[in-house]
């Protein structure tokens, strides 16, 4: 088994090439040197949709167009279609009061994409694939991403002391930033101060934006905002238990990012470093339909 953390772009071709041939992710795994499991979150975690149609049909997902059960017509204006029935247009389905959604059941088990479907050419329903070069660009993404840095203000590191303090005294902790992103402002003038502790310890690590690109750390603010959004600003962090706070910091982490390209921060750091390590900070995936960003979320236990 390879002791390599990541794959490799070589690894994820072998990947994309043998989803095609429809080989069993064991068989793919011996080939690269890796777990089957490792390969099937690598499909799972980077599969790509793509909409599109079959030879001379269009793209379209909806259930009557599969079970032809439909006799709604000419809905949309603009549809030339007047004497067929809406489902075999394609074109407006989603506007139809009939539309139903239809995905592919076989897309819910291995392979969990369409690349070796012998079916896909006939197929009108949205597909998925695994592509190799996609996957390493969002690899290279998220690597480019997790070693730039958090950005933190003179006013955030005051508040982010008020967050940690009272925990801190009572053997809690809500430590979940150790690297700061500074801008060249006078108040940060002595990193000294902020990374290490009255008694010399190492704490964080300080970094500084470019000259005059104060925008470089404008990505930070988010998670101590979303914090207050669950602990309203002036209350008692002491009232809260560590077995709370992990579930705030689970249903925080696990909420998607426009700027991760839609994923949560708990999936980039999987993606990148394990779920083990996160199992350490007693932190779990919460489903992107049972997050809860409001007080009501520690008032439930």
């Not at 074109?91 to 070796?116: D, F, H, Q, R």
């Amino acid at each position: 088994m390879s002791k390599q953390k990541h794959l490799t772009i070589e690894e994820r071709t072998v990947i994309e090439i043998e989803l095609g041939k429809r080989s069993s992710f064991k068989s793919i795994a011996l080939l690269i040197g890796k777990d089957c499991t490792t390969v099937s979150k690598e499909i799972r975690n980077h599969r790509v949709s793509e909409k599109t149609g079959a030879y001379g049909k269009s793209f379209n997902d909806c259930l009557n167009a599969v079970t032809h059960s439909c006799s709604t017509k000419h809905i949309c204006e603009r549809c030339t279609y007047h004497n067929r029935p809406c489902w075999a247009c394609g074109k407006c389905s989603e506007t139809c009061i009939a539309y139903v959604k239809y995905s592919c059941p076989k897309l819910n088990k291995p392979p969990y994409v369409c690349n070796g479907c012998p079916d896909r050419t006939k197929c009108c329903l949205e597909k998925f694939f695994y592509r190799a070069a996609k996957s390493q660009k969002e690899y290279d993404f998220f690597k480019s991403e997790s070693r730039s840095g958090f950005a933190v203000s003179e006013e955030e590191l005051k508040q982010l002391d008020e967050v940690i303090s009272p925990l801190i005294k009572k053997g809690q902790s809500l430590r979940h930033i150790s690297i700061y992103l500074a801008d060249n402002g006078s108040e940060f003038s002595n990193p000294t101060a902020v990374e290490f502790d009255k008694q010399g310890n190492h704490r964080t690590h300080m970094f500084y934006c470019d000259a005059n690109a104060p925008y470089q750390k404008g990505n930070c603010e988010n998670n101590h905002e979303l914090i207050r959004r669950i602990i309203p600003k002036g209350t008692d962090l002491g009232q809260y238990t560590q077995e709370q706070i992990n579930l705030m910091m689970s249903h925080i982490n696990s909420y998607a990012r426009k700027t991760l390209g839609n994923k949560s921060p708990y999936e980039l750091f999987a993606f990148m470093y394990g779920e083990e390590l996160l199992k350490v900070f007693n932190l779990k995936l919460i489903p992107a339909d049972e997050i809860i960003l409001t007080p009501a979320l520690l008032k439930k236990m």
